[in-house]
């Protein structure tokens, strides 16, 4: 298997807490109480389809006004003061951050005409493909999308709760949030900010400006260009296929962000498997693996199923989760890392990498370790763990693929692993910036190793002929640290950094700048 950068994510994760049943918008989730606790990665938005929880009454994209909808036929190349690409939760907490100063009066009410979020699923979802039953988040509820910046914004977890009427009963339960709950607090948000997004819309390009203005920048959809004053690139990960497996059919291998979304053609596939059991194997080390076994070893009788978790290390790896190393998650490091040098930052990161990455936490891994241990007690064989072997290729034989392994103590040839699915908890990889920003790749500034040049505050470094900003929300990992990019605990902070520089180019392109508590800048005219 291709060995990653060190700038390619693996996983990290959240935990499985006992939990009571929720009811959501009137379905009732019943979170399964089990001893057990797998664990599934807990990343910034990774988006594919809509979320499996249904979180309000309106399952499909926010009411645009008619003049919204006029703009999405045709050209579209009015100017808009800034245009961002994506709606997860990095770029919901920037449009939070607007939205609350538009309420306090620090910008003016039309600035809602002014920003523009695309983006090009139907709808926002947050990890919906792994929002398994008893799964909950793995960071502290007060890291939410605007707690760190205003606890008294509008857009709180505590908010959320409060309206939804559950403020007190969540307070009587100890443990960590819910996966589900915390998926329907981030589209509850996404539904509350809906005026600023259009959905369905997918960025292909950003390029000049047609008439060569260097202020600003053409950003072209399927639908049509915006021209923007400012844009802000918060696109997430895409999930990583190894070479290995790119060529691979999908009904014979997927990768683990979706895996609600094919479970389903998981129970037919083991029902049509008439008189032996469906071959899985799960490729990877991380939480999302841990737990997708789990789930499949316990969702069907043992004669239905063989699961085979393969890992080309030792398999699941307890991560650092000490308080000290949790430092690293906290906004002083961000400033930090983003002052080191780029070889500096490169050792740092290497060595970061054990506190979230490719592993498990303590809890996990002993209930694990336990509830595979208790099936051998009772006879039960349908789990195989192979570490240490690396996959050199892999054939499509029929229905099948065969996997060829080389063990890596003897760096022999193994004996060829046959799966009837392939299931790859491999990790994402961050490759959107690279190619919407193609158009201007003579402008973009890069470091000795070929990533992006980004300053301290998310700008991304362009040469004078651009010389309007471009933020990155989370694609700074390589400069800002390994808490950018995959994880809940700085989008807040982001958030507000990046707000205070788009702030500062609006009172600078204004026609009327107002300040801070909202009062129009007075025109003095000398006397």
């Known amino acids: 298997m291709r060995v990653p950068s060190p700038f390619f994510r693996s996983e990290h994760g959240i935990s499985r807490h006992p939990s009571p049943s929720v009811s959501i918008d009137g379905r009732r989730y019943a979170l399964r109480r089990s001893w057990r606790r797998p664990c599934a990665p807990d990343r910034a938005f990774q988006p594919t389809k809509p979320a499996l929880v249904r979180d309000g009454s309106d399952r499909g994209p926010p009411t645009m006004s008619s003049v919204e909808n006029a703009k999405m036929t045709g050209s579209i190349d009015n100017t808009h003061e800034l245009v961002c690409i994506g709606f997860g939760p990095a770029a919901i907490a920037v449009a939070a951050a607007i939205e609350d100063n538009v309420r306090a009066g620090s910008l003016p009410p039309d600035m809602r005409h002014k920003v523009v979020f695309l983006e090009k699923q139907s709808s926002t979802a947050w990890q919906g493909g792994l929002l398994l039953p008893g799964t909950n988040i793995n960071h502290n509820h007060?890291?939410?999308?605007?707690?760190?910046?205003?606890p008294g914004s509008a857009?709180?977890?505590?908010?959320?709760?409060?309206?939804?009427?559950?403020?007190?009963?969540?307070?009587?339960?100890?443990?960590?949030?819910?996966?589900?709950?915390?998926?329907?607090?981030?589209?509850?948000?996404?539904?509350?900010?809906?005026?600023?997004?259009?959905?369905?819309?997918?960025?292909?390009?950003?390029?000049?400006?047609?008439?060569?203005?260097?202020?600003?920048?053409?950003?072209?959809?399927?639908?049509?260009?915006?021209?923007?004053?400012?844009?802000?690139?918060?696109?997430?990960?895409?999930?990583?296929?190894?070479d290995q497996f790119e060529a691979a059919p999908n009904h014979l291998a997927r990768h683990a962000?979706?895996?609600?979304?094919?479970?389903?053609?998981?129970?037919?596939?083991?029902?049509?498997?008439?008189?032996?059991?469906?071959?899985?194997?799960?490729?990877?080390?991380g939480l999302s693996a841990a737990e997708i076994m789990h789930d499949l070893l316990t969702r069907y009788e043992p004669e239905r199923i063989h699961v085979t978790s393969l890992h080309r290390g030792l398999p699941f790896r307890q991560y650092d989760m000490s308080q000290f190393s949790n430092q690293i998650y906290m906004p002083p490091e961000a400033v930090r890392f983003s002052a080191a040098t780029p070889a500096?930052?490169?050792?740092?990161?290497?060595?970061?990498?054990?506190?979230?990455?490719?592993?498990?936490?303590?809890?996990?891994?002993?209930?694990?370790w336990n509830f595979l241990y208790e099936r051998r007690l009772m006879g039960l064989s349908n789990a195989t763990i192979i570490?240490?072997?690396?996959?050199?290729?892999?054939?499509?034989?029929?229905?099948?693929?065969?996997?060829?392994?080389?063990?890596?103590?003897?760096?022999?040839?193994?004996?060829?692993?046959?799966?009837?699915?392939v299931i790859l908890a491999t990790g994402y990889r961050d490759t959107a910036p690279d190619r919407l920003l193609?158009?201007?790749?003579?402008?973009?500034?890069?470091?000795?190793?070929?990533?992006?040049?980004?300053?301290?505050?998310?700008?991304?470094?362009?040469?004078?002929?651009?010389?309007?900003?471009?933020?990155?929300?989370?694609?700074?990992?390589?400069?800002?640290?390994?808490?950018?990019?995959?994880?809940?605990?700085?989008?807040?902070y982001k958030a507000e950094k990046i707000f205070e520089g788009i702030r500062s180019h609006l009172q600078a392109s204004l026609p009327h700048p107002v300040d801070q508590h909202g009062d129009e800048k007075k025109q003095m005219s000398a006397a």
Request: with cysteine; charged share 25%; glycine share 10%.
């Open 142 to 150: 007060y890291r939410d999308l605007a707690t760190p910046r205003d």
């Open 155 to 242: 857009f709180t977890f505590a908010r959320y709760l409060k309206t939804q009427g559950r403020l007190f009963e969540h307070g009587a339960w100890s443990g960590a949030v819910s996966r589900i709950e915390w998926s329907d607090y981030v589209g509850w948000a996404a539904r509350q900010l809906g005026q600023y997004v259009r959905y369905g819309e997918a960025v292909e390009a950003i390029g000049p400006a047609s008439d060569g203005e260097r202020r600003t920048l053409a950003v072209t959809t399927g639908k049509g260009r915006y021209r923007a004053r400012q844009v802000m690139l918060a696109c997430g990960m895409e999930p990583f296929l190894p």
């Open 257 to 285: 962000g979706t895996y609600l979304y094919y479970r389903k053609e998981l129970d037919e596939r083991v029902r049509a498997a008439a008189g032996r059991p469906l071959h899985v194997a799960i490729v990877g080390s």
């Open 344 to 368: 500096a930052r490169r050792r740092i990161f290497e060595k970061s990498w054990a506190t979230n990455f490719s592993g498990v936490d303590a809890e996990c891994s002993a209930q694990e």
């Open 387 to 421: 570490d240490r072997h690396e996959i050199e290729a892999v054939q499509q034989i029929g229905e099948q693929l065969s996997l060829r392994l080389r063990d890596i103590m003897t760096e022999a040839p193994a004996a060829p692993l046959e799966a009837d699915f």
């Open 438 to 492: 193609s158009g201007i790749e003579g402008e973009v500034e890069r470091e000795y190793d070929g990533l992006l040049a980004i300053t301290p505050d998310y700008r991304l470094k362009t040469s004078g002929r651009v010389s309007a900003p471009i933020w990155m929300n989370g694609h700074c990992e390589h400069t800002h640290g390994i808490a950018d990019t995959q994880s809940f605990s700085l989008i807040a």
